[in-house]
């Protein structure tokens, strides 16, 4: 699982084995002695993702959720990302960069 610098903590990483089996990859900061480039697969992957969250949050707006309650915050949350997905596809069906979700219905 990809992981952002603020969990470059080697106890944090210890800790989430530990309990849920997670291996967790995060990225070196520049001025640490282990730094390597990450690899071309690597930054491809985190660029989908940061892609995808910055879609989220601009033209679905997912930050700004208005609801009150428990439920109604993971119904809407799981609308957006749900809304997303099938943008994503109907761009796949039709043979264009999944990414390009603002057009995928023109």
């Known amino acids: 699982m990809l992981g952002d610098k603020g969990y470059l903590s080697a106890e944090v990483q210890q800790d989430l084995f530990e309990t849920a089996h997670i291996k967790l990859e995060v990225?070196?900061?520049?001025?640490q002695k282990n730094w390597r480039n990450p690899s071309w697969a690597y930054r491809r992957f985190r660029k989908r993702i940061e892609t995808v969250f910055s879609?989220?949050?601009?033209?679905?707006?997912?930050?700004?959720n208005y609801a009150k309650q428990t439920g109604g915050l993971f119904t809407r949350t799981a609308a957006k990302i749900a809304a997303m997905t099938v943008l994503q596809y109907i761009n796949f069906c039709n043979h264009c960069k999944?990414?390009?979700?603002?057009?995928a219905l023109f």
């Open 27 to 31: 990225p070196y900061r520049l001025n």
């Open 55 to 64: 879609q989220l949050n601009d033209q679905f707006m997912m930050v700004r």
């Open 98 to 103: 999944i990414g390009l979700v603002k057009d």
